[in-house]
């Protein structure tokens, strides 16, 4: 039997502390990384990054025991991290005595020995060199993979030039492939639901960077030794079916987690009543829909009102790609000539050609260019 708790108290440092007491604390010594989520420039609060509060409670345990507490995440490929350092406020966890890490340049090759797909990858040095895991991602949804959860917040240690090649393996296998190397060195998963980023989407109607269509407050912390358990009960909070989580089925198929789960502390049990909108019920087929040759009809006007005027239709943007050469990827938006998908690009297949991005043949269909676009021109043709 596996323990989660969850605890609800508006003092998060408090929070964090019962949390982690009732599944029977932690003893850490040497170097202990502590892993948020800081995959984007968003600050803490929004439910999209892990809360600073949270953070700055973790190292305070962390400290209080001897142990060197460091802190780190890299955003998503294409991301300053100094500037998403910046915008999350993480950098308050020095004044509580952590040590904050850029990694940006310090990798190492490994080989996963025991790994179905993910047989070797290249991971942030800090996290193999530590003595100790502690996993703090935030509960949010997200569109990918339904709830992004603990196993997922691993994906911040992997070189965000080789991310592509994970997604290109199909992101849910090869993140349990991860989970199951690191597992030995995590500690424990402390879950950050103090606020939830609801009904998660794209910033254009398709996938690509993350918005909140609205964030709750429930003030809750959840802890366990075991990602794959807390991953489950965390699914269920947001009445999301733990069993539609692919890579949590993943993980307890392959025996990585105990699904013999007992929930402790003052919200245990809890749902934590997310109210969607009808639009926040729309966006999740919204990518599906504008995308569709059948569709897009439909999909396009009410992409327009909720995007912005600049949503083109699936025939304008086929229009624009005319001339591009075979690719899944479409300017369905207003280009902001930014450049970053032209520096992201794995295959270096983008070029800016005045206004616009251009696509050449060697698309790997990693979709980094989709994600980390800014202003969510880019669109992925379903076929
Ligand atoms: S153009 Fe293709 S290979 Fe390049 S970032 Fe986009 S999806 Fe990946
Ligand atoms: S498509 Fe997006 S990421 Fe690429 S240059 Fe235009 S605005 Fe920037």
Request: charged share 25%.
């Amino acid at each position: 039997m596996t323990l989660v708790s969850l605890v609800k108290d508006s003092d998060t440092s408090k929070a964090v502390k019962d949390a982690v007491e009732l599944v029977g604390g932690i003893d850490v010594k040497g170097t202990v990384l502590i892993k948020p989520n800081l995959s984007c420039a968003k600050p803490s609060g929004s439910g999209l990054v892990t809360n600073v509060e949270v953070v700055k409670a973790i190292v305070k345990i962390v400290a209080d025991q001897g142990a060197k507490p460091v802190v780190g995440d890299l955003p998503i490929l294409g991301w300053d991290p100094k500037k998403v350092f910046d915008a999350t406020g993480i950098r308050a966890i020095e004044d509580a005595g952590g040590e904050l890490l850029d990694w940006s340049d310090d990798h190492v090759e490994i080989k996963l020995p025991n790994a179905k797909v993910l047989k070797k990858t290249s991971l942030a040095r800090p996290a193999i060199q530590a003595d100790a895991i502690i996993n703090v991602p935030v509960l949010k949804h997200h569109f990918f993979t339904h709830i992004s959860g603990s196993m997922k917040n691993l994906f911040g240690l992997v070189e965000p030039n080789v991310r592509p090649r994970v997604h290109v393996l199909g992101l849910d296998e090869p993140l349990v492939d991860l989970y199951e190397f690191l597992k030995p060195k995590i500690v424990l998963n402390i879950m950050d639901a103090t606020y939830i980023a609801q009904s998660v989407r794209p910033s254009g109607p398709y996938y690509g960077p993350t918005e909140a269509e609205s964030v709750s407050n429930p003030n809750v912390v959840m802890v366990s030794r075991d990602a794959v358990a807390l991953d489950s009960i965390a699914a269920g909070v947001v009445r999301i079916n733990p069993n539609d989580i692919e890579m949590v089925r993943i993980a307890f198929e392959r025996g990585l987690g105990d699904s013999d789960i007992k929930m402790v502390g003052n919200a245990r049990g809890s749902n934590l009543k997310i109210k969607k909108s009808l639009i926040g019920k729309l966006l999740p087929y919204m990518a599906d829909m504008w995308t569709s040759e059948s569709l897009n009809s439909v999909a396009h006007p009410l992409a327009k009102r909720i995007y912005g005027k600049e949503v083109v239709s699936l025939k304008e943007a086929r229009r624009e790609m005319e001339n591009a050469g075979p690719s899944d990827i479409i300017v369905a938006g207003e280009c902001k000539k930014c450049g970053l998908c032209v520096n992201a690009c794995p295959a270096k297949n983008i070029a800016l050609d005045g206004d616009r991005p251009v696509f050449g043949d060697n698309c790997i269909k990693c979709f980094i260019c989709v994600e980390i676009c800014p202003g969510g021109a880019l669109a992925i043709i379903r076929k």
